[in-house]
């Protein structure tokens, strides 16, 4: 089911050149109204009619969220204020929140990508949907709204929190779509059969989109399992549009980007080059019809890979992996990128350790060195030095067929590594780079 | 007539062979015979004692991962050749042995070992045949 079949099944090559042709003026728009955009052309000698093709994107510079902090609040508003007509903004939490002003257009653009997103899915006018994201300044709920308002499906505008009321909605109201974060999905299954003695998968929904943090496979099959529903990945960050930057359809298959209005371009977070077609990086997102705040190569600080060849559905827009981690976390290691999700997904296939593990990097003899501490699982602690060394060197081979380097693993006690409430500190550096 | 013997994880850390026998010895535990098998990462002790379940509880509940092993206390002539000679028995039944240490106290005029082989109950009707005598739970916590 498509909502808008023209714009989004438009063959590459037309796709393509619509891209260029909206690249081309949203680059020129950007330099003549944002004087920061200016300014940034100016440092690097360039000029928007410079850009006549995709490899010249590469000369643009970057657009980085601390740029986007040092202009707040307004600092990128190509529009005067009179014609901002809604404002969303982060939470801040890591320092100056960003900003995003959307113009009535914008807001236009916005329900379009996220009534395609919802259509994708199977969700029609005949369906009640449950947003229990956030309404406010995060662009969680509203963004859900006004996809929903524009497919004419009966909104169930919840917001976040209250899960005993969530629930009695769902019976009630026979809510067959919802939308929340994935952990909240847990928490409401989980809170119906323990608190509520209500089954979730006697409730009416059917599917769920589930965004805005980062989640697995597994999490999704438990989602599926404990709703009985088809549960789909939703992209969006508030600094690009909120979400419907991107969302899986029903092959679940990596997540389409709606190209016509969002540019993506995948990169080495090091250097800055784009990486091999298929591989890893960071995604920069270009805005190409964005008309309150342009957004030009944005890096997203979010890793992920592009799915290579067609989907069955049709659609032509480009799919991206599942966010598998942020730039922050990535090591580099004798010139390799990674990452320590790689080496926590080897840690779960390989039975008989605990998920809870340490990455330290030394530098003996002018070499990296990297040395995974990973905790014994008690119960698969064996009273032979064979069984154990055998569990390491599994360990070992494993994660160096995942990553293209050798570690060296370490078995330490259960529960001897430090645990720390949230983000625990996975990597300790202890090479000197300076 | 297997005998339980505790198996600690040990990391390669100072003062981790330390506080496992603190704990043992504020639970009132006796050691009977003791062996480490080390590794450059990590090292499992090998304990046999007068009450493997109390001290299994009192380890773990310090942060120790245990295992309880059965293994056999055997009797060997405490004379040149003794073990030797209870190994050569194994050796013509195909039986391998893992690991084997010895016991502080005796038996009479004999020299007690611990040992474990890859088939314990092979090892104990080869044995018994052979007239070796293998010790029980009880007779080890009274040695």
New interface residues.
């Given amino acids: 089911m498509y909502w808008n079949k023209e714009a989004e099944t438009m063959p590459r090559e037309e796709l393509q050149k619509l891209q260029l042709q909206r690249l081309r003026e949203v680059v020129k728009y950007a330099y003549e109204r944002v004087p920061f955009y200016r300014k940034r052309c100016e440092a690097a000698g360039i000029k928007p009619e410079d850009i006549r093709s995709f490899e010249d994107l590469k000369y643009i510079p970057f657009t980085s969220k601390a740029d986007l902090r040092e202009v707040y609040p307004f600092g990128l508003f190509a529009v005067p204020l009179s014609e901002i007509v809604e404002i969303h903004s982060s939470s801040g939490t890591t320092g100056k929140p960003v900003v995003a002003g959307y113009t009535r257009r914008d807001l236009e653009v916005w329900g379009e990508v996220m009534a395609r997103s919802l259509t994708m899915i199977g969700v029609t006018s005949q369906d009640v949907i449950q947003i229990a994201y956030g309404y406010g300044l995060f662009t969680g709920g509203l963004g859900f709204h006004y996809g929903a308002l524009k497919i004419g499906a009966t909104i169930v505008p919840a917001s976040a929190g209250n899960t005993r009321r969530q629930i009695t909605l769902m019976q009630d109201f026979g809510t067959t779509v919802l939308a929340c974060t994935p952990s909240y999905a847990l928490y409401l299954a989980e809170y119906a059969r323990d608190e509520m003695g209500i089954d979730p998968s006697t409730l009416k929904l059917r599917v769920g989109s589930f965004g805005a943090e980062m989640w697995t496979e597994e999490m999704r099959r438990e989602i599926e399992k404990r709703f009985g529903i088809k549960a789909y990945n939703v992209y969006g960050l508030t600094e690009i549009i909120g979400p419907g930057v991107a969302h899986e359809c029903e092959e679940q298959k990596g997540l389409h980007i709606w190209e016509d209005h969002f540019l993506p371009e995948i990169i080495d977070p090091e250097t800055g080059e784009w990486v091999e077609e298929g591989k890893e990086g960071e995604l920069v997102l270009t805005t190409l019809t964005k008309e309150g705040v342009p957004m030009i190569r944005f890096r997203t600080r979010d890793i992920t890979s592009f799915v290579p060849g067609e989907c069955p559905c049709g659609r032509t827009g480009r799919r991206i992996e599942r966010i598998k981690g942020r730039t922050d976390d990535m090591i580099k290691v004798r010139g390799v990128m990674l990452f320590p999700y790689q080496i926590e997904q080897c840690i779960l296939e390989v039975q008989g350790v605990e998920p809870h593990y340490q990455i330290i990097l030394t530098r003996p003899h002018h070499l990296d060195e990297i040395e995974v501490q990973v905790e014994m699982a008690k119960e698969t602690f064996s009273d032979e030095v064979r069984a154990i060394e055998e569990l390491r060197r599994r360990l070992e081979k494993k994660i160096e067929e995942t990553v293209g380097i050798r570690v060296k693993v370490t078995l330490v006690e259960p529960k001897s590594l430090p645990r720390s409430e949230g983000k625990a500190k996975r990597v300790i550096d202890k090479r000197n780079l300076s | 007539m297997k005998v339980k013997?505790i198996?600690i994880?040990?990391?390669n850390k100072k003062g981790r062979l330390y506080e496992a026998l603190k704990v043992l010895a504020e639970a009132g535990i006796n050691i009977r015979a003791l062996a480490i098998?080390d590794?450059s990462?990590?090292g499992?002790l090998?304990l046999i004692v007068n009450d493997p379940e109390k001290a299994k509880s009192a380890l773990e509940n310090a942060?120790?991962?245990?295992?309880i092993?059965p293994v056999l206390a055997v009797e060997v002539d405490d004379r040149p050749g003794g073990l030797a000679e209870v190994l050569k028995y194994l050796y013509d039944a195909d039986i391998n042995v893992?690991y084997t240490y010895a016991f502080v106290e005796k038996s009479g005029e004999k020299a007690v070992v611990v040992l474990?082989t890859n088939n314990l109950d092979k090892t104990i009707s080869v044995l018994k045949e052979k007239g070796i005598t293998l010790l029980s739970e009880g007779e080890v916590a009274n040695l």
């Fill in positions: 013997q198996s994880f040990l990391e098998a590794t990462d990590f499992i090998r942060g120790f991962t245990v295992k092993t893992e474990r």
